[in-house]
T-cell receptor
Framework: NAGVTQTPKFQVLKTGQSMTLQCAQD?????MSWYRQDPGMGLRLIHY???????DQGEVPNGYNVSRSTTEDFPLRLLSAAPSQTSVYFC?????????????FGEGSRLTVL | GESVGLHLPTLSVQEGDNSIINCAYS??????FIWYKQESGKGPQFIID?????DKRQGQRVTVLLNKTVKHLSLQIAATQPGDSAVYFC????????????FGTGTRLLVSP
């Protein structure tokens, strides 16, 4: 199993550009989520989904958009990139009914906004 | 690899030693706690969790201890190996679910051969 796959691993954007971070999982997990990780701070939840067609906001949703059209995929869209969105982004998934901390993370996408 | 968390507290141990990594949590209402391991350039990896109705839980070479009186959590790693070198961080939550987890910043564990 590939687990949780994120693309791209690295990306540099200019302020105002838009882009989509891709996340796919092959474990048939119902729950998927996006986090950002910044120096000196713990992971912060951006958006999450408890199933296809259902999404909700996390702690820091502003400037990001998500959709969940399939169980496997959960893309994160940056609408108009800002330097404050420079971060490492992690996608995670979990099977419904499992202990809710038992998240499976991707390897991350490092985004730099100039 | 990445360099998230440049100024993390660091614990240096020799291979074969036991390691103890500590975490203080803030919310008295938290009733669920998790430890994660993050190797350089990788995503976090679930290690072990514990609910507040327990004081201790053991896994393979790892033990988590919970002291609710002083809001303190520790992760003990027995016979530490070079492959254990990573950043370890805790998270706290409650019955409302994973979307309310609060993650710590972590401790870097360095294991020397």
């Amino acid at each position: 199993n590939a687990g949780v796959t994120q693309t791209p691993k690295f990306q540099v954007l200019k302020t105002g550009q838009s882009m989509t971070l891709q996340c796919a999982q092959d474990m048939n997990h119902e729950y998927m989520s996006w986090y950002r990780q910044d120096p000196g701070m713990g992971l912060r939840l951006i958006h999450y989904s408890v199933g296809a067609g259902i999404t909700d906001q996390g702690e820091v949703p502003n400037g990001y958009n998500v959709s969940r059209s399939t169980t496997e995929d959960f893309p994160l869209r940056l609408l108009s990139a800002a330097p404050s969105q420079t971060s490492v982004y992690f996608c995670a998934s979990r099977r419904a009914g499992d202990r809710f901390g038992e998240l499976f993370f991707g390897e991350g996408s490092r985004l730099t906004v100039l | 690899g990445e360099s998230v968390g440049l100024h993390l507290p660091t614990l240096s141990v020799q291979e074969g030693d036991n390691s103890i990594i500590n975490c203080a949590y803030s919310n008295s209402a938290s009733d669920y706690f998790i430890w994660y391991k993050q190797e350089s350039g990788k995503g976090p990896q679930f290690i072990i969790d514990i609910r507040s109705n327990m004081d201790k839980r053991q896994g393979q070479r790892v033990t988590v201890l919970l002291n609710k009186t002083v809001k303190h959590l520790s992760l003990q790693i027995a016979a530490t190996q070079p492959g254990d070198s990573a950043v370890y961080f805790c998270a706290e939550g409650d019955h409302t679910g994973f979307q309310k987890l609060v993650f710590g910043t972590g401790t870097r564990l360095l294991v020397s051969p």
